[in-house]
């Protein structure tokens, strides 16, 4: 490619990593998670394994597509996911009655009791961002924004 600009574009400008939106998204991302950590650890959980909890905690008894497109995951990723939360008896799946090619997710009495060991995590995650509330129900807009294009 031609180091010429075409029409205003500048590829040295454009190739620039400060230029991107998608890097403070994924920076801004990797943080936060990380800030979950340490309050995941102590329950087993990875932050995925949190996300997907709190799906269940919100309706449970819901089938794999649904936790899919709620947390915006493949079924290359969702079912791995979902085979160690039932190994570690968090949860149950059985294909459905009506369709057996739908598989349905419920919470265990083990699942639901990790509600309560989780309850505190997002009042201490909520301090971990120097936002305004105003900055921060902003920014969760465009966020979702962005997630819906």
């Known amino acids: 490619m031609s180091d010429k600009i075409i029409c205003g574009y500048n590829p040295d400008e454009a190739l620039k990593l400060d230029n991107q ?3 403070p998204l994924y920076a801004a991302a990797r943080r936060i998670v ?3 950590t340490p309050l995941l650890k102590p329950l087993g959980l990875t932050y995925t394994q949190y996300i ?3 799906v269940l905690w919100e309706k449970d008894d819901i089938t794999v597509g649904e936790m899919g497109q709620r947390l915006h995951l493949d ?3 969702i079912t791995p996911l979902l085979k160690k939360l039932e190994k570690d008896g968090y949860i149950v799946r059985e294909r459905s009655a009506e369709d057996e090619r739908v598989v349905k997710i419920k919470l265990t009495s083990k699942g639901k009791k ?4 989780a309850a505190e995590i997002p009042l201490k995650i909520g301090t971990c961002v120097d936002l305004t509330p105003e900055e921060g129900a902003k920014l969760y807009e465009l966020l979702y924004k962005v997630i819906n294009m």
């Open 34 to 36: 990380n800030e979950y």
């Open 21 to 23: 939106l998608c890097f």
């Open 75 to 77: 079924n290359g990723t």
């Open 114 to 117: 990790m509600k309560e060991k």
């Open 52 to 54: 997907a909890f709190m």
